[in-house]
């Protein structure tokens, strides 16, 4: 695991020939095992098949702390960006470095990064995403750049707000940045709930 400004180019150039091969789609997912809730759950099934997987490229936000119980749970040709503290997603530019206020800059720097590589559609999963009223002026700012994404994917959200959490805000400045052309939920990777809505739509992989 390196921070986001140590990965080398030949690991980028590796993952953008995975991108092109995937028509420009990749796999984001944050803090995927933050917490161990077992490996009988449609989320856990979900995360495991799509680590699985070598159609589409994959990127992992991991929080530093836990890389060493987490490592072997990868792929290899994962690109696995450390996070700090743990129960944020603050990417860290250097792995031995501590998180500093380089919170929207480092994200638009991973959108970049990504659009560079060719990615045109992010599938996002992870930890964590809830259904619920959240309260805060960031909060209600994010919240909104979500709903707007969400209603031109053609959804509604008169029953889903999705949780200040991790998952959020990473979903939330990937939208802000404009790099992204697409950022579409994978709804059974979603914990702890997926919106209502999801539910009756096709399932992501």
């Excluded at 290899?76 to 031995?96: C, F, G, M, R």
């Excluded at 969400?150 to 889903?160: A, D, Q």
Aim: aromatic share 8%.
């Amino acid at each position: 695991m390196l921070g986001l400004r140590q990965i080398p180019e030949s690991k980028w150039k590796d993952f953008s020939a995975r991108v092109k091969a995937a028509k420009g789609q990749a796999i984001l997912l944050v803090h995927p095992f933050y917490h161990d809730i077992g490996t009988d759950s449609t989320y856990q099934r979900t995360v495991t098949k799509l680590l699985k997987q070598d159609k589409l490229p994959v990127v992992i936000l991991q929080g530093r702390s836990k890389w060493a119980t987490n490592q072997g749970k990868y792929p290899d040709h994962a690109l696995v960006i450390p996070t700090y503290p743990e129960s944020s997603p603050v990417l860290l530019e250097k792995l031995e470095k501590s998180a500093d206020e380089k919170y929207d800059e480092l994200h638009k720097e991973l959108a970049e990064k990504l659009s560079n590589a060719g990615v045109k559609t992010v599938h996002l999963g992870g930890m964590y995403s809830d259904a619920g009223r959240i309260s805060g002026r960031e909060n209600d700012e994010l919240s909104q750049l979500i709903a707007e994404s969400e209603k031109k994917l053609g959804h509604s959200t008169e029953k889903f707000q999705i949780r200040f959490g991790c998952l959020g805000i990473t979903y939330a400045n990937l939208i802000k940045t404009g790099k992204i052309p697409k950022i579409q939920l994978i709804a059974p990777a979603l914990y702890p709930r997926r919106p209502e809505y999801y539910r009756s739509t096709k399932q992501f992989p």
